[in-house]
Structure formats: C-alpha cells, structure tokens
C-alpha cells in the first residue's frame, strides 16, 4: 500500500471551504484513495473514497489529480463539528488493511 | 447503521494483570481489526482477524493475543499488562456495505495501566 503524507495541521473560517490535500505519489493503479475524520474521543469515520474520477457526496468532494499522485478532500461549508483530525489513506479494495498515518488536525474558527 | 461496540470507554488496570477487551460488530462483518492509537504515532494495527478462528498479526503484535470465536465477536488480550500498553484501542469491522469494502469503527477503549 502507498505511504501518504499530509500537512499535519490546518485552520480554517466557519462556513468557508475548508481543503485538505493528500500527497501519495507511489500509488498503483488498482489502489484507492479513502478519506477518513475522527473527531475528539470517537473512533474514525468514513468519508469518501475514489480511485480515479473525483467524487462527491453529502458529506465533502474529492479531487483527485489526473496523474493520481495527490487529492483533495473538500468540505464546501466548514462547520464548527468539523474540527477533527482527517486520515488519507490508499489502499487497494481487496486488502485487509489500511495504514493510518497521523493525519492533518483540522480546526474550523468561528 | 452497523454498529460496533467495545466493552468499555475507559480502563485502569495494574501492571502484570491479564486484560481482556471486547469489541462486538452487529453487521455479520467477516474482518474485524484492533488498533492502538497514541499521539503522535497515529492508528497502528495490532491484529486482525478475516474469518471466525482465524487471525493475522499486524504491525505490533508483540505484547498482544486475540481471540474470534463467534463472528461478530474480535478480542485483544493483553496477558500481563505493563505500562507502555497503555493507549487508546481501537475495534473496527469491515464488510461491503454501500457498494464497497468500508471499515467501520468503535468508539474506542482508553486503558491506562498504572
């Protein structure tokens, strides 16, 4: 599974959009890139995932570049329950595992 | 909603005790995991398990056993608890649920062995 690396911190104003970037530069061509948040004192939880076209949901946008070799995560209208600390990962659909790095704390300021 | 469940939020247990902690899934998910979460480190996987009586080590095994006797049932054993297994621990399931393979999380055990 490809290594990412995220920037380890981020602010960003209520209601605007807050984006996160995801550099994974070794990824292969079967693997996906899931995003995951964990707010204070939860477990993780899903986001959204894509392999090669961007997607969105209810929940935020993935952008992800045309060489696959990074990715954003986009939550269009930062709120303060945002705040939380997001994972990117990559991984391959089949694989029992994934790599959690240390993810980017992302605080969204009133 | 799946939901996934581990026996206690928080734990204080003694040095050189045995230390169970359970983790039920209610979505007849065939692979659960434990993690250890600690600053600075982020998730690392400890074991998991793909099927009922199967198990596979993970990056930091050592210190750990589990047990999956039931399918939507994963437990982390620590057999003599020492002060560095102290952590956050983390159960997750993961099965095909909305048109892909999705982990889903508890909310987390935060043991502290003194």
């Known amino acids: 599974d490809a290594k990412t690396t995220q920037p380890p911190s981020m602010d960003c104003a209520e209601g605007r959009a807050a984006n996160l970037p995801c550099n994974h530069s070794t990824i292969s061509g079967n693997e996906y890139v899931y995003w995951y948040r964990q707010i204070h004192s939860q477990g993780p939880q899903y986001i959204i995932h894509g392999l090669k076209n961007n997607e969105t949901n209810e929940m935020a946008s993935l952008i992800i570049t045309e060489d696959r070799k990074s990715s954003t995560l986009i939550l269009p209208h930062a709120t303060l329950r945002d705040t939380a600390v997001y994972y990117c990962?990559?991984?391959?659909?089949?694989?029992?595992?994934?790599?959690f790095g240390t993810g980017t704390r992302l605080k969204v300021l009133a | 909603d799946v939901k996934v469940t581990q026996s206690s939020r928080y734990l204080v247990k003694r040095t050189g005790e045995k230390v169970f902690l359970e983790c039920v899934q209610d979505?007849?998910?065939?692979?659960m995991f434990w993690y250890r979460q600690d600053p600075g480190l982020g998730l690392r996987l400890i074991y998991f398990s793909y099927d009922v009586k199967m198990k596979e080590k993970g990056d930091i095994p050592e210190g750990y056993s589990v047990s999956r006797e039931k399918k939507e049932r994963f437990s982390l054993i620590l057999e003599s608890a020492s002060t560095n297994q102290t952590s956050m621990y983390l159960c997750a399931s993961r099965g095909y649920t909305s048109g892909f393979n999705e982990q889903f999380f508890g909310p987390g055990t935060r043991l502290t062995v003194l």
């Open positions: 990962i990559s991984s391959t659909s089949g694989t029992y595992k994934y790599i």
């Open positions: 979505m007849d998910h065939e692979n």
